[in-house]
């Protein structure tokens, strides 16, 4: 019954379900809102790298010593490579930390390696866009520096929220959980687009100082509020068979009588509950990627993160050389690419957690994605077909990285191979989202390279992105073939048990015949 159903749910999950969702949510948002502040700013940032515009009825300032002295470039064409190399460098540092921050967070208090990556990332952040243009200091050389230490940053946020969430919601609702929560990085892109468009006739310094304040606040409550594991308020660490509702979460007491709804403090004197702190060994890198599923999944995450980063650096930019649309306006409509992200990410994980399989779902949507890639190529200058076509191409493109990022890393951390191990959740985490970022940054090299350097037009970008998809599928099918058969084999005994079932019920009814006969 319904009631039966909100008992159950009410019994599996907590008021600390909800702010642990709510907390990594906002985090990681949060990161992302500051790496999309520079996205979109680019066009702006890279005109007050480059001389001023002057002719007859607009006339130059002077002296250069004031208005020139921060010409880096000679025109903004020549701005763009560098920008990709920005791009570039923050994504191979932040690979590089993911897979250093994986491992520190597998041993260290996922808290405060959040909380002090969040504020140090947005000190890195401020000093970039807003102090630099403040006291007008213009260097290659110190972006280079600010764009490494932020990479690696910003790289304890993904493998620390995701284990914090694998350590709390189970494996048979963790597809449409951590498929609507791993909307957080869109949600992200969307608060820095709008908060962009909002400050960016102030000047692009001001973007980046309320991303970065908001960055930093986010950090200072993560450290006093947030709760890494279930067992450090006395609550039971979810199952991760593929039924939850047998766990001790859905009422029934463990070893130590603590359940779900015990409190931490029993009323009439009784003694507190207590409960065991200790940290299980964390498995090595190596053990890591040797485990089932981790190598396939983080080559496919390469190449699809190349394509999902691609549209989240270079979006707004193509929007406004391509359509010669205001840069306010192409970094709103750029938020539908990330609407259907989330959409296609709740969808697709709500569907795996029913077939309780993750690759058919992926492999479907990776399929569909290339259709929708080339529909999106094609878009006439209309915004709305735009918007349209931009949110279909975001649902199959967003929504599997999404599920790959999340739901299957938390899975990969968490198979029956290291049971009882949830330590190896933030080092798994880091490796796949890692490797990822290795191909996206790739991806921001080769874009500009076929842009500019080798006068193509936008076009074979969009081939390019179709062949990174495509192999991203094909690094799956291994484990789609695995899958489907074991879903072969689970259909057959189910057929089996009610063939067997009718013999007997057979047999019963002729017994019963007999006897009354």
């Not at 002057?54 to 490579?81: G, Y």
């Not at 560098?82 to 250093?100: E, K, M, N, R």
Request: glycine residues 8%; hydrophobic residues 45%.
């Amino acid at each position: 019954s319904i009631g039966r159903k909100l008992k159950q749910l009410r019994s599996k999950y907590s008021i600390y379900h909800v702010f642990v969702f709510l907390l990594t949510f906002f985090s990681y948002a949060f990161f992302h809102a500051t790496r999309k502040t520079f996205s979109n700013i680019k066009t702006t940032i890279s005109l007050e790298w480059t001389p001023q515009f002057c002719n007859a009825t607009e006339p130059c300032l002077r002296p250069d010593k004031i208005w020139m002295d921060h010409r880096m470039f000679a025109s903004s064409s020549d701005a763009e490579p560098f920008l990709g190399w920005l791009d570039s460098t923050f994504l191979i540092s932040y690979a590089v930390g993911l897979y250093i921050s994986g491992i520190l967070g597998d041993r260290f208090d996922m808290r405060k390696v959040l909380s002090v990556g969040m504020c140090l990332s947005a000190v890195v952040v401020f000093v970039f866009g807003s102090v630099t243009e403040w006291v007008h200091l213009y260097s290659q050389p110190l972006y280079i520096v600010l764009f490494v230490l932020n990479g690696l940053l910003q790289s304890t946020g993904w493998p620390c929220v995701v284990a914090i969430m694998g350590n709390w919601f189970g494996k048979s609702t963790r597809g449409f959980v951590l498929g609507a929560w791993s909307a957080c990085a869109s949600v992200g892109n969307i608060i820095g687009a709008l908060l962009v468009s909002l400050v960016l006739d102030y000047g692009y310094e001001y973007a980046f100082l309320v991303t970065s304040a908001i960055l930093f606040a986010g950090g200072v409550v993560n450290f006093f509020a947030l709760v890494p594991s279930p067992k450090e308020v006395g609550h039971p660490e979810p199952e991760d068979g593929d039924d939850d509702d047998d766990s001790p979460a859905s009422g029934e007491e463990d070893d130590n009588d603590v359940t779900a709804r015990t409190p931490l403090v029993r009323p009439d004197g009784e003694s507190p509950v207590t409960f065991t702190q200790t940290r299980p060994q964390a498995i090595s890198f190596l053990q890591a990627v040797s485990l089932p599923g981790v190598i396939p999944y983080s080559l496919s995450y390469a190449c699809l993160k190349l394509v999902n980063y691609s549209f989240f650096f270079w979006l707004p930019f193509y929007l406004h050389s391509q359509y010669g649309w205001k840069k306010t306006v192409a970094d709103e409509i750029s938020i539908y690419y990330d609407v259907g992200g989330i959409v296609g990410g709740m969808i697709g994980g709500y569907v795996s957690d029913r077939m309780k399989k993750r690759a058919p779902t992926v492999v479907t949507m990776l399929i569909l994605a290339l259709p929708s890639l080339w529909g999106y190529s094609a878009s006439p200058n209309n915004k709305t077909i735009n918007a349209v076509l931009m949110a279909i191409a975001g649902f199959f493109i967003g929504g599997p990285a999404n599920l790959i990022s999340s739901a299957i890393s938390a899975d990969l951390g968490r198979q029956d191979l290291i049971k009882g191990n949830s330590e190896a959740l933030a080092t798994v985490t880091g490796i796949v989202d890692g490797t990822g970022s290795v191909g996206a940054s790739i991806g921001q090299i080769v874009i500009p390279l076929l842009h500019k350097q080798l006068h193509l037009d936008w076009h074979w970008v969009f081939y390019f992105l179709m062949l990174m998809t495509l192999l991203t599928t094909v690094c799956i099918v291994p484990l789609l073939v695995r899958e489907v058969r074991t879903m072969r084999c689970y259909v057959d005994y189910q057929l089996r048990r009610q063939a067997a079932a009718l013999v007997q019920d057979t047999h019963r009814t002729d017994r019963h015949r007999a006897i009354n006969s």
